[in-house]
């Protein structure tokens, strides 16, 4: 299995929130401007974002996936997706235009887009953040793919709206389920996703985000069938660079027999746990034991 | 070493003449040259690794983080590559750092310690060693295992002729008297002891009715222990004479002024590193500022400064405010 190289270095800036705006069943849209000189994340990664202690009871720093990157003059205008649950994102929502923040990344590393292969997105919930950047990107590249997006209900498919816009223009096409039945198939999205599949020629490369149940439905549907898919974890974390070694996954059978045979950098995991943060938060489905998965 | 122009911060830890107080803690900042692309690793004091046990070890199974009320909880249990792999790999790219390297080393037992240090004693590039005799969150030979002041001090007895590098024993808060392990580690022959290591705390999830880490308790940092590690700092302080490296919530200079003022004679930065990789950095450069525009001209005529008012104590004895 290739190890995955370290991304380009991290910086630590100040950023300044451009605004923020509601879509739906609690979830917020944040756009931050950071300077010249913040690498350019790619879909996948996430950055820390850190609010001034006056701001925030919070004393760390945020994990957040990146979902929408464009060029403004000199910086970059980062796109958020996220649900106001604890303290830190609470902090976050009450943010308004204009106001300071630290952002430190590009941390990780991201799907794998330039795999050959008609790309098959598949987003559960909130976890559709780095798949509206994925689809932005191979959109950019001039790449058609399939969108899948499922959630428990139809007010659940959060930015609905903005990857159909954004399919529209790629020619991608948007597949939807909800458990209920309210908007497109009734049921789970990896039933979509094998319908899917099966009409599609091959061959496909998923590429997927959402709670870690769903991810491990997908793992074991691409086992089985021999796709190969990319998965994109969440996990606590403190540091976010791999220093503080707070977000290991476990790893597979056969991952732990590559890492015996090949160790990472220090900053990556060992035999047993992978970091979240330096080796994903995108792994490969073989990679990670799904049973152990929490 | 020449005196340098502004601020002499100089400060001597056994045979370790360091050009400022400034430390990293062990845990927080890799093996030494992970963060050497954001922080001028060479200015720092020293840089103390991550503890090296014999052999490599996995740590615990996650939740390993929770956040608490300004601080958070870690259950890492001494995740490390292990000796060999250090002396292998880490321990060459360290020494290119040219920077002044602690190594941390643990053990289950007094003779792992001895196998460690006697394995790592003579190495070129390691300027001393902090023995972490406080970690919370193993199951053998952890902070419970060392608060026994015999063990420490025949332990540190064992371990002194092996090198000839600086000795520093890491000692836990949660015991009934750091002033009495202090002084067992003196006795035992340790150029320092560093005051403290995190608390062992608990955070509860309501909802899942259960640890909000992987195992039922964890080492609390951060802000939140800052006045329990400055009293222990100040506790450890008073009962020795060898230098004190104050450590427990530092994430500013002035935390940094205040351990000093209570009795430290260097300092580590910790889990400040987690939210800004160059606060070790930040926290010496602040440190200069804080004491130029206060006049002060030697940081060591600082240590033990404070004051108990004039209807009491002084907090250091005059005698003991020299390391």
Redesign the interface.
């Known amino acids: 299995m290739p190890v995955a190289a370290l991304s380009a270095r991290w910086t630590q800036v100040r950023a300044r929130v451009v605004g923020q705006d509601d879509r739906g069943a609690n979830h917020h849209w944040l756009e931050i401007d950071v300077p010249r000189g913040f690498g350019a994340p790619a879909p996948g990664q996430f950055v820390q974002l850190l609010i001034d202690p006056t701001g925030s009871a919070a004393l760390l720093p945020r994990p957040m996936s990146v979902a929408a990157c464009r060029r403004t003059g000199p910086g970059l205008r980062l796109g958020f997706l996220y649900v106001p649950v604890g303290t830190g994102t609470r902090a976050l929502a009450a943010l308004g235009a204009g106001a300071s923040l630290e952002v430190l990344g590009p941390l990780g590393h991201g799907f794998p887009l330039d795999q050959p292969g008609t790309p098959v997105l598949v987003a559960g919930g909130r976890g559709v953040a780095p798949l509206l950047f994925a689809a932005d990107a191979l959109g950019q590249a001039g790449r058609r793919c399939e969108f899948l997006f499922g959630a428990r209900r139809r007010d659940q498919l959060v930015a609905l709206a903005a990857a159909r816009a954004a399919l529209r223009r790629l020619g991608g096409r948007m597949h939807l389920s909800t458990d209920d039945g309210s908007a497109g198939r009734r049921g789970h999205v990896v039933a979509l996703l094998e319908q899917v599949a099966a009409r599609l020629e091959p061959p496909l490369v998923v590429h997927a985000c959402g709670p870690h149940a769903m991810l491990a439905a997908v793992a074991r549907w691409s086992l089985a069938r021999g796709v190969p898919a990319h998965l994109a974890m969440e996990s606590i974390m403190a540091c976010g660079t791999g220093v503080c070694r707070g977000c290991p996954l476990p790893r597979s059978a056969r991952a732990r027999a590559a890492y015996r045979r090949a160790p990472g950098p220090s900053l990556f995991g060992n035999e047993e746990w992978a970091m979240c943060c330096t080796e994903g938060p995108v792994f490969e489905a073989a990679e990670l034991d799904w049973e152990r998965v929490e | 070493m020449s005196a340098p122009r502004g601020v002499d911060l100089r400060v001597r830890i056994g045979p370790m003449a360091l050009a400022n107080p400034v430390l990293t803690a062990s ?5 030494g040259d ?2 050497a ?2 922080v001028d690793v060479a200015g720092l004091g020293a840089v103390i690794t991550k503890t090296v046990t014999l052999e ?1 070890r ?2 615990n ?7 608490t ?4 909880l ?1 259950s ?1 249990g001494l ?1 490390n ?1 292990g000796l060999a ?1 250090f002396r292998r ?2 321990l060459p790219r360290l020494r290119r750092l040219d920077a002044t390297i602690v190594a941390s080393v643990g053990g289950e037992t007094p003779a792992e310690l001895e196998r460690l240090v006697a394995a790592l004693g003579r190495e070129r590039g390691i300027a001393g060693f902090e023995i972490n005799f406080s970690c919370p969150n193993v199951a053998r030979g952890g902070a419970r295992y060392w608060a026994a002041p015999r063990r420490l001090e025949r332990t540190l007895a064992r371990l002194r002729p092996l090198t000839r590098a600086a000795l520093i024993a890491k000692l836990s808060p949660d015991v009934t008297s750091i002033a009495d392990l202090a002084r067992a580690c003196e006795q035992g022959g340790a150029d320092a002891v560093t005051a403290v290591n995190t608390f062992v705390g608990m955070a509860v999830d309501l909802e899942q009715r259960g640890s909000r880490l992987g195992r039922a308790t964890g080492g609390l940092s ?2 939140a222990i800052k006045p329990l590690a400055l009293a222990r700092c100040h506790e450890a302080a008073r009962a020795i004479r060898i230098p004190v490296i104050g450590s427990g919530g530092i994430m500013n200079a002035r935390d940094a002024l205040e351990f000093i003022a209570v009795g430290a004679t260097a300092v580590q930065v910790g ?1 400040a ?6 606060a070790a950095q930040d926290v010496l450069e602040g440190l200069r500022e804080a004491l130029e525009a206060r006049g002060v001209r030697r940081l060591l005529s600082w240590r033990g400064a404070l004051s108990g008012g004039p209807s009491r104590p002084e907090l250091i004895p005059r005698e003991r405010r020299r390391a």
């Open positions: 845990g927080t900042f890799g093996y992970e963060y692309h954001v490599p996995a740590g199974p996650p939740r390993r983080i929770a956040e009320a300004g601080g958070m870690n890492i995740e590559v792999a790999d880490k951060g802000p889990t590193s987690f939210i800004h990789p160059r």
